[in-house]
């Protein structure tokens, strides 16, 4: 190979700019830090919520009523029950509203009308609206209705409101990754849209629906403060066995053990926390496992 | 087809409602007690029977404290963790790290509030870092409200990062720039509406977040002063007179509706905020 | 003004052999040449850049095979070939941008002024200072005029007396600056794709690099912009050493001093294709009297 004219030139190294200088390596471990800070919180939150509560995690926080003079044997068995109630009936009010809601705004919904515009900045921003002015709204109504607060009905009413943005979202989301190919298929072969939608577009978009219902509902699993404002009865001694049933739910019975002074129930908190955690690893897994065996490709 | 508008037209409804259900209780207040008391009064003493104070100040610096510990918290590590993932972890790190920021987002208020209570406050302020905070502190509910909010900090402006073509990397490292400076000086400004917008969603949510703040920021209203303080904030003024008794059409009902009502007011303005900055941040390639 | 006086930094960096002093060497065997592009060229280029059997892979992939070929210093090479022949791929691994591929590698010996590139003691970001490279789309910065040219300037920590002076300079030399002087505080993105490629190339020589990558960058451009990008560089070889990947062969005939032909070959028993280089000549003799079929097949369009 020809090497004529070779011109000796400075190595190609870079100092103060280059990608091995002292502030590019500063900067990459300052963000390592950054990562590594919020995973350890993770870890550290879950770790010392484990070993407060694992020696309460026993039959009796299943099968007991709160007590509040012996909480060494006390447990969640109602809140447990209301959860379930709550969250049953959330997901019974919220999923067919948020859907059909969804179905109207993505594939009927003239976007350049300005109501249909209104609906659409109106939802980004009851998304964003704080979890407990939910809770106040409920009140509101069930007053006006004549409703008693603390009751399931109220409850599952304040947290369906509560998640119906974040469904309408997702599922909107979900319905706008179905190719147009389909929707066209179907509508040339004489199907109605509304056939169309029902037949095609939301079976193809079960998968996102489902689990960005599920990560609805687990967030409303979670929530405690718009039931505060119903007045959740906490030291509940009873199964719910109704719509009209007084209850209480797992963060709100969290939430008030956690802020008694005695030990006892810290540990109850903790072990409640373990229980709670779980329950939403549940769900969580189902959504995942449902994204990846019927997430398909187009 | 109707009832399919019917329940898109039924978000406006609650909207509508919201406004309702806490503009009734607050106007009665109001009629109790003036405005320019509410706004301006220092001393927020609604249970005091004899001398009730109704100066929400009080809660007002309960929150601002609160929130601007949380971004304080949230902002840089949020940022970084969000740096990280969209320019430099490799694929099979950032499929890791991006589900733990789903579990640290998914993880509810309350179990924080737990955590604040019994670990951050007695253990890491008091005996680690030495610092002189009893059970309740604005600085250790703003400290973990901050970490809550992390994850809402990185995956919206990983997202807004994420977003920038790669084309523009590309330019700037076949200048001679380092991936640092290209980092900073071209993906992050072109991302910028996108990551402000992830920014003032935290504001909102960590004015709003309110498990955490009833928690372990305090019980008691009082102008506070200085981070290792207890004191409450609006949510947490809500959530601890909720719980009790309150009988609705009474003055102290209808309290927590006109602290509900300016709670409602200070988020709504944060939000268009946001929604504007979204908005740019899709115009902007 | 011309971008010969303005922008000198090759010259500084190059004090023996640069182009001034290569053409005033009448001694050099004159080309032969139709068009108003001959000038004199040695048969041996000086080496700006080397490739010694050069294979390239993306992971298992082998994508180039065996590519030896010198880009010379103050020439224009062309590299043409049909889609898929791996000239991108060589002209990335120029200035190191191919590292940014994850599972990109280049075996055999890439050297620059002598010095092998893939050296462990080589910083790419130096090498691709110093090699800039100019992309088949416009790509400016979503930033000021002004700011897209400081930009480069700015983040090598070149010492710069008067940034607007330079700017100027950038621009001028890009053939852009009547055009923009009067808007150096608007956006980029205010330009014409034409405008803009310029905009780029503006921004890769205000960083005084020695050698300009460019991968198909008229492709976006219609008829009237690529002449002007043609015209410029044209002028930008005084000062620059150009390599330039075209799939328009009037374009490399026009511009090019030599032209490398790729060509991809089925490998057996895998079937993948692997680019490799047929032929590298000076852009006359490629175009009038190539060595190989494949070369005479392509460039007489009886080859996709
Ligand atoms: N990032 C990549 N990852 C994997 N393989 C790649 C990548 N880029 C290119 N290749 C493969 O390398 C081979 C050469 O591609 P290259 O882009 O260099 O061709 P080209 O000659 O520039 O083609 P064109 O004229 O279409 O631009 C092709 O087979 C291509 O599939
Ligand atoms: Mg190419």
Redesign the pocket.
Known sequence: MATIGQIATRPLRAERHGERSFASIAFLVALWLALAFAVLCLVTLLVTSFVDGVQRLDSNLFTQYSSQVRPETGGARAAIWGTLWVIGLTAVLAIPLGIAAAVYLEEFADPTRWYNRLVEVNLQNLAAVPAIVYGMLTAGLALTIGLRRGVVLAGGIALALLILPVIIITTREALRAVPAEIRQGSLALGATRLKTVWKQSLPSAVPGVATGTILALSRALGEAAPLLLLGAVVFVRFDPDGLMSGFTTMPVQIFNWAGQPQVEFRELAAAAIIVLLGMLLLMNAVAIVIRNRYQRRW | MVALAGASLLSVAVTVGIVLALLLPALSFFREVSLTEFLFGTRWTPRFTGQESYGVLPLITGTAWTTVIGLLVAIPFGLGAAVYLAEYAPWRVRKVLKPVLEVLAGVPSVVYGFFALTFVAPFVLNDLLGLDVGTFSVLSAGIVLGIMIIPTVASLSEDAMSAVPDSLRQGSLALGANKMRTTLRVVFPAAISGIAASIVLALSRAVGETMIVALAAGTQARMVGSPTEFGQTMTGFIAQTATGESTPGTLSYNTLFAVGLLLFVITFVINLISIRLVRKFREAY | MTSTETTTAPTTRTPAGGGGALADNGARPRVVAQDDNSRYLPDMPIPVIECEGVD?Y??G?R??HDVSMVYGQNEITA?I????????????CLNRM?DL?P??RVAGRISYRGQDMYGSDVDPIEVRRRIGMVF?KPNPFPKSIYDNIAYGPRVTGMKVESMDDLVEQALRGAALWDEVKDKLKQSAYGLSGGQQQRLCIARTIAVRPEVILM??PCSALDPIATARIEDLMEDLRKDFTIII?T?NMQQAARVADRTAF?T?QAAEGTG????QLVEFDLTTKIFSNPADKRTEDYISGRFG
């Open positions: 390239i993306y992971g992939f994508a180039v590299m070939g049909p889609s898929g022949c791996g000239k991108s791929t060589v002209l990335r191919n591929i599972g990109a088949q991968d198909e990947v799939h790729f991809a993948d294709r692997t680019g």
